[in-house]
T-cell receptor
Framework: GAGVSQSPRYKVAKRGQDVALRCDPI?????LFWYQQALGQGPEFLTY????????KSGLPSDRFFAERPEGSVSTLKIQRTQQEDSAVYLC????????????FGEGSWLTVV | AQSVTQLGSHVSVSEGALVLLRCNYS??????LFWYVQYPNQGLQLLLK??????LVKGINGFEAEFKKSETSFHLTKPSAHMSDAAEYFC??????????????FGKGTHLIIQP
């Protein structure tokens, strides 16, 4: 497809389980963002990539959260030892560059930790 | 640091009535401002953005917003509400016209309800 694709769309994890969320950005998009959206809240910035370089990870809530984009295209957000407070929608977004271009969002990965 | 305040977590209007969703921002640098819409179980879609050109910005689906520096506001309006406008609306601010590299700072959202 032509948009940002995320998988899985829905994930139920048991507390303590590790999860991996995948993002396929729009082809050719240099910038890639991850956001966390808790229920009833606005999205909150987690991390930003320019190509394969992770330029900002200041929004990652703990060292259990890790993101990578090894080849400058697909990105994976990994959460280790999930906890209930990790339950949220994780949104991936991409843009052609970091300035002057529209950011396009995927439909999100809904994570529920039980 | 930047922040966004959206007044009213829920706004209800009748079909055909004026829609007004309020957004106030705080920014230490000239801001770039955005409105996004989110339909149930879908991602965010850009409605419009202010990038220091015209203060009145027209977007998709008949929405527009006016940047008022003196009031630090960027309220979203639509003259006549349609049932299909029912959704969650988010105001966002950034230091960058593209919303990068630090990304966007979002408000908590306003749920728009359209009464038949």
């Amino acid at each position: 497809g032509a948009g940002v694709s995320q998988s899985p769309r829905y994930k139920v994890a048991k507390r303590g389980q590790d999860v991996a969320l995948r993002c396929d950005p729009i082809s050719g998009h240099v910038s890639l963002f991850w956001y966390q959206q808790a229920l009833g809240q606005g999205p909150e910035f987690l991390t930003y990539f320019q190509n394969e370089a992770q330029l900002d990870k200041s929004g990652l809530p703990s060292d259990r959260f890790f993101a990578e984009r090894p080849e400058g295209s697909v990105s994976t957000l990994k959460i280790q030892r999930t906890q209930q407070e990790d339950s949220a929608v994780y949104l991936c977004a991409s843009s052609l560059s970091s300035s002057g271009n529209t950011i396009y969002f995927g439909e999100g990965s809904w994570l529920t930790v039980v | 640091a930047q922040s966004v305040t959206q007044l009213g977590s829920h706004v209800s209007v009748s079909e055909g009535a004026l829609v007004l969703l309020r957004c106030n921002y705080s920014s230490s640098v000239p801001p770039y401002l955005f409105w996004y819409v989110q339909y149930p179980n879908q991602g965010l879609q850009l409605l419009l953005k202010y990038t220091s050109a015209a203060t009145l910005v027209k977007g998709i689906n008949g929405f527009e917003a006016e940047f008022k520096k003196s009031e630090t506001s960027f309220h979203l309006t639509k003259p006549s509400a349609h049932m299909s406008d029912a959704a969650e609306y988010f105001c966002a601010v950034s230091e960058y016209s593209g919303g990068g590299a630090d990304g966007l700072t979002f408000g908590k959202g306003t749920h728009l309800i359209i009464q038949p």
